[in-house]
């Protein structure tokens, strides 16, 4: 199966400040099958990111997704105070579908 | 608007089986473009895709679950179904029921709220 590790474990960050958060896979995703997802306490994921760059339903365009092959990246551009949560990438090229271990935004 | 709703008993006993029902409204599970799958969430830990199914009856598993899981699909219900055995205080977690497409838009897009299921005695 291929393992997600994501990088930093956590981030602390002041709002209005930018995010870089990175995925990196133990070989390369098909096609770029690579979605990101945010998860806050108490509630399910959402996804954000699909197809490693296109943005998913109603998700604002300070979000966003690169990379290809093993390396992938999240930016969020300038952080609102709702976007302190936890993300997590995931894979779906092959079965099974994994999960990176996740990447905690928190505030500063 | 598509709504996933999990249902089954919270705590389950050592050794017992563990059955979920996710019920979806909103739209019907026997679209042709879905798939509807399952995830877990041990406390404070990370996801862990458990499987998934089509409206055809195909099921697609987690290879270090698929020896005590079932998931199976009502269309008459609108509703699928997981049924783990022999469980243990491993599998205690929150479960979520979800939707994907296969392709380039397969992440999974709606989730139920999770259900939390207790292993113990």
């Known amino acids: 199966e291929i393992v997600l590790t994501q990088s930093p474990g956590t981030v602390s960050l002041s709002p209005g400040e930018r995010a870089t958060l990175s995925c990196r896979a133990s070989?390369?995703?098909?096609?770029?099958?690579l979605a990101w997802y945010q998860q806050k306490p108490g509630q399910a994921p959402r996804l954000l990111i699909y197809g490693a760059s296109s943005r998913a339903t109603d998700i604002p365009d300070r979000f966003s997704g690169s990379g290809s092959g093993t390396d992938f990246t999240l930016t969020i551009s300038r952080l609102e105070p709702e976007d302190f949560a936890v993300y997590y990438c995931q894979q779906y090229g092959i079965s099974p579908r994994t999960f990176g271990q996740g990447t905690k935004v928190e505030i500063k | 608007h598509l709504q996933l709703q999990e249902s089954g008993p919270g705590l389950v006993k050592p050794s017992e089986t563990l059955s979920l029902t996710c019920t979806v409204s909103?739209?019907?599970?026997?679209?042709?473009?879905?798939?509807w799958g399952w995830i877990r969430q041990p406390p404070g830990k990370g996801l862990e895709w458990i499987g998934s199914i089509f409206y055809s009856g195909s099921a697609y598993y987690n290879p270090s679950l698929k020896s005590r899981l079932t998931i199976s699909v009502d269309t008459s219900k609108n509703q699928f179904s997981l049924k783990l055995t022999s469980v243990t205080a491993a599998d205690t977690a929150v479960y979520y029921c979800t939707r994907y497409e296969l392709g380039i838009r397969g992440g999974f897009d709606y989730w139920g709220q999770g259900t939390l299921a207790t292993v113990s005695s």
């Open positions: 070989q390369s995703v098909s096609s770029s099958f």
């Open positions: 909103g739209d019907s599970i026997s679209s042709s473009t879905y798939h």
